[in-house]
C-alpha cells in the first residue's frame, strides 16, 4: 500500500486528526456506534454482490456540452442520490447499489461521465478534456437538467474526486457526500514530486499513458480490453468478478472519446498535457486545498493499493462538517460492486447526519 507520506504528497495535505471509526456493518473495521442510526437512519438489507446485473432502459438527457446517458431508479419525487463511478469502470459498479437504495425511497440517478457508455458530446469541436473541474461541471450541467437542487452524492474513484469537488465549491448543491478514499482533489504542483518506489509502482498505468504507446494500447480494442482488465484484477485482489461482469463494463470504453478523455485525465493530472482556461477560475481555487463542510462519510477499503494508511487521518482535517470514518476489510478499489450493502448504508446514514 502507499505509505502516508507518500498519499500526503501525492495529494498535497498535511497530516489531520485521528479519523473516527464504527461498528455495525458487516466488514467494516472500529469500535464506536453507527452516529445517525439513533436519528432514525433505515438498515439497508444485505444483498449479495452480483445480484444484479442491469439497469432499467437508460435516459439521455442534454446538459451543457454533453448529451448524458444515465440510469435512474427509485421514486421519481424521492431524494436524490448522485453515484459516480471511476475509472476504468462504469455504472454497473452501483448495479446492486442502486436498487437497494430505490427500495428504501431515494431517487437514484447513475451517469456515464464523459468519455463513457451513452454519453456524447453535443459537439466535435469540443476539446476532448479530462480535467477534474470539467468532469464536476458536468454534473452540476446535469443536475440542473434534470432540475435536481441538492443531492446526495456518492463516489469511488473519479466519482470520489467529482464528488468531493462539489462538495467544496458547490456545497449548496450537496446535501451530504460520501468518498471512497477520502479527499482525492487533485493537486498538481504535488503530483510534480517523486513519492516511494512502491507508490509509483501502483500508479504505473498513469505514466504509462503519458507515453504515444500508452495512448495506442488505449486505442487499440484487444489491448485496452487486456490493460484494463489487469487494473481490475490488481487494485481488487479478492473481488472473483466472472468474464460477464468485466464485459458490461467493457461496452462503456467503446466510446469514441474514450480514450481521449482517459488519456488527457491522467495526463493533466502530471501537467504534461493543459487544460482550458475557461476552468482556470475552478483549478486555481482547487490547488488552494479547500475543505469540505457539507456531511461526509469516507470509505477505505483494505484491500485497495491506493489506500493510505492510518485509517483515514491522513486526509481528516480536510473535511470540517459531520463526519465519519469507516474502513472496510476485504474490500479492493470498486468498493460500491463489491460491497454494495456497506456502500449503501454509508449513502442512508449520511443523509441522516
Request: charged share 20%.
Amino acid at each position: 500500500m502507499i505509505d502516508r507520506r507518500s498519499f500526503n504528497r501525492v495529494l498535497g495535505l498535511g497530516a489531520g486528526a485521528a479519523a473516527v471509526s464504527l461498528t455495525g456493518l458487516q466488514g467494516v473495521s472500529g469500535a464506536a456506534p453507527v452516529p445517525g442510526r439513533s436519528g432514525g437512519a433505515p438498515v439497508v438489507p444485505t444483498v449479495t454482490p452480483g445480484t444484479h446485473t442491469t439497469f432499467p432502459a437508460l435516459k439521455q438527457v442534454e446538459a451543457g456540452l454533453l448529451d448524458v446517458g444515465y440510469a435512474e431508479l427509485g421514486p421519481p419525487r424521492g431524494p436524490v442520490v448522485l453515484c459516480l463511478h471511476g475509472w476504468p469502470y462504469d455504472i454497473h459498479s452501483y448495479v446492486d447499489v442502486a436498487p437497494l437504495l430505490a427500495s428504501l425511497g431515494y431517487r437514484v440517478i447513475v451517469p456515464y461521465l464523459r468519455g463513457h457508455g451513452t454519453t456524447r458530446f453535443l459537439s466535435p469541436r469540443t476539446f476532448r478534456n479530462g480535467q477534474q473541474s470539467a468532469i464536476a461541471l458536468d454534473i452540476i450541467a446535469l443536475m440542473d437538467a434534470l432540475r435536481i437542487d441538492r443531492a446526495v452524492v456518492a463516489g469511488f474513484d473519479w466519482g470520489s474526486r467529482t464528488g468531493d469537488i462539489l462538495a467544496a465549491l458547490w456545497p449548496d448543491r450537496v446535501k451530504a457526500l460520501v468518498s471512497v478514499s477520502g479527499y482525492l482533489i487533485t493537486n498538481r504542483e504535488a503530483q510534480l514530486e517523486p513519492i516511494a518506489p512502491a507508490a509509483e509502482h501502483t500508479w504505473w498505468y498513469q505514466y504509462y499513458f503519458a507515453t504515444e504507446r500508452g495512448e495506442k494500447a488505449m486505442r487499440t480494442k484487444n489491448l485496452r480490453h487486456d490493460l484494463t482488465r489487469f487494473v481490475w484484477q490488481t487494485v481488487s485482489p479478492t473481488w472473483n468478478f466472472d468474464e460477464a461482469t468485466f464485459a458490461r463494463t467493457e461496452a462503456a470504453f467503446d466510446n469514441p472519446d474514450y480514450a481521449a478523455i482517459v488519456i488527457h485525465n491522467y495526463r493533466w493530472r502530471l501537467s504534461v498535457a493543459e487544460g482550458e482556461h475557461r476552468y482556470d477560475r475552478y483549478e486555481d481555487r482547487l490547488a488552494r486545498k479547500p475543505t469540505i463542510g457539507v456531511p461526509a462519510i469516507t470509505l477505505d477499503p483494505a484491500l485497495d493499493p491506493f489506500t493510505a494508511p492510518g485509517d483515514g487521518s491522513s486526509y481528516r482535517a480536510m473535511f470540517t462538517g459531520a463526519y465519519e470514518h469507516r474502513t472496510l476489510t476485504g474490500i479492493g478499489h470498486n468498493l460500491p460492486q463489491e460491497a454494495p450493502t456497506a456502500f449503501a448504508q454509508a449513502v442512508v446514514d449520511v443523509d441522516h447526519f
